[in-house]
């Protein structure tokens, strides 16, 4: 069995910083692309930020400049710092990977972390 623990989140004034980690354990051989969602009260879950194995990464347009995601193979670890923070990215954020775990060898099994809370107030 595979867990994605996430840490970070919480609570910040617009224009600051946090930075979020989420930590992948368990029968792990492999990790593929890893990312970032979000669900905001009322509305649906985004991926906000995405990191393929070789380092590629995208984002959605409303984080381009201000989220930054990268990933440390060595510690199956995907971070998310987010900078100059607004209201509306007020959310649960969500870590989710590609994972080989054995179950399958055709596909990677999706793994989704606990969520955590960042409030942004203004």
């Known amino acids: 069995q595979v867990q994605l623990v996430e840490s970070g989140g919480g609570l910040v004034q617009a224009g600051g910083s946090l930075g979020l980690s989420c930590a992948a354990s368990g029968m792990i051989f492999s990790i593929e692309d890893m990312g970032w969602y979000r669900r905001a009260p009322g509305k649906q879950r985004e991926l906000v930020a995405a990191i393929s194995s070789g380092g590629s990464t995208n984002y959605v347009d409303s984080v381009k400049g201000r989220f930054t995601i990268s990933r440390d193979n060595t510690k199956n670890t995907v971070y998310l710092q987010m900078n100059s923070l607004k209201p509306e990215d007020t959310a649960v954020y969500y870590c989710?990977?590609?994972?080989?775990?054995?179950?399958?060898?055709?596909?990677?099994?999706?793994?989704w972390g606990q969520g955590t809370q960042v409030t942004v107030s203004s």
């Open positions: 989710n990977a590609g994972i080989r775990d054995g179950s399958s060898w055709s596909r990677p099994s999706r793994y």
